[in-house]
């Protein structure tokens, strides 16, 4: 069974930073590209940011470089740093893969999601 458990979610004022933590269990971690999704009230879902197996990274025009993805194969965990957040970044940040699981299923796992409330 996949699961994708993210944390460090919260509230924080404009300007402030927040990391976001993406704990995965059930995939072949280091063989799985992940990536972060938002979704704010009345909006679509959108990509934030992914990372490869090889560490390329790939980022939503509008983050103007203040977010950065990485991971730890060994803790089977991505990350999401995120700096100088904006009102306009509240949402939900949720976590993704899409990829066989560790018993060879495919899917497009995601996890619960996580809330970021940046206040101006």
């Known amino acids: 069974q996949v699961q994708l458990v993210e944390s460090g979610g919260g509230l924080v004022q404009a300007g402030g930073s927040l990391r976001l933590s993406c704990a995965a269990s059930?995939?072949?971690?280091?063989?799985?590209?992940m990536a972060w999704y938002r979704q704010a009230p009345g909006k679509q879902r959108e990509l934030v940011a992914s990372?490869?197996?090889?560490?390329?990274?790939n980022y939503a025009d509008s983050l103007e470089g203040r977010f950065t993805i990485s991971r730890d194969n060994a803790r089977n965990t991505v990350y999401l740093q995120m700096n100088s957040l904006k009102p306009e970044d509240t949402a939900v940040y949720y976590c993704?893969?899409?990829?066989?699981?560790?018993?060879?299923?495919?899917?497009?796992?995601w996890g619960q999601g996580t809330q970021v409330t940046v206040s101006s």
């Open positions: 990372i490869t197996t090889l560490l390329t990274t």
């Open positions: 993704n893969t899409k990829g066989l699981s560790a018993v060879g299923i495919w899917g497009d796992y």
């Open positions: 059930g995939i072949i971690f280091s063989r799985s590209m």
